[in-house]
């Protein structure tokens, strides 16, 4: 079983930079497929960025060149620093990982939420 707790959410400005974390408990996330996704009012939940074993990472086109995902093997933790954000980059911002190499992630976290203000 792996738990996953986000942090890092807040209102900020548009062009503004934000770093979010995730924590993870029962795996190591070096072992682990882990991703973002994020979800805002009324639109479906959508992927944000994901890093592999190998440290290969994947961006959503909305956030390439803005977003790095990264983790630190050390604190067993994942990271989304998100620069130059915009209004659209609001939403509720959910850390997942994956035992898989591809198809469905298995676990999510809560949540945290993001507000850029224009």
């Known amino acids: 079983q792996v738990q996953l707790v986000e942090s890092g959410g807040g209102l900020v400005q548009a062009g503004e930079s934000l770093r979010l974390s995730c924590a993870a408990s029962?795996?190591?996330?070096?072992?682990?497929?882990m991703g973002w996704f994020r979800q805002a009012p009324g639109k479906e939940r959508e992927f944000v960025a994901s890093?592999?074993?190998?440290?290969?990472?994947l961006y959503a086109d909305s956030v390439k060149g803005r977003f790095i995902i990264s983790r630190d093997n050390a604190k067993n933790t994942l990271s989304l620093q998100m620069n130059s954000l915009k209004p659209e980059d609001t939403a509720v911002y959910y850390c997942?990982?994956?035992?898989?190499?591809?198809?469905?992630?298995?676990?999510w976290g809560q949540g945290t939420q993001v507000t850029v203000s224009s």
């Open positions: 890093i592999r074993w190998t440290g290969n990472t």
């Open positions: 997942a990982a994956s035992l898989s190499i591809g198809g469905n992630y298995n676990y």
């Open positions: 029962g795996r190591t996330v070096s072992s682990l497929r």
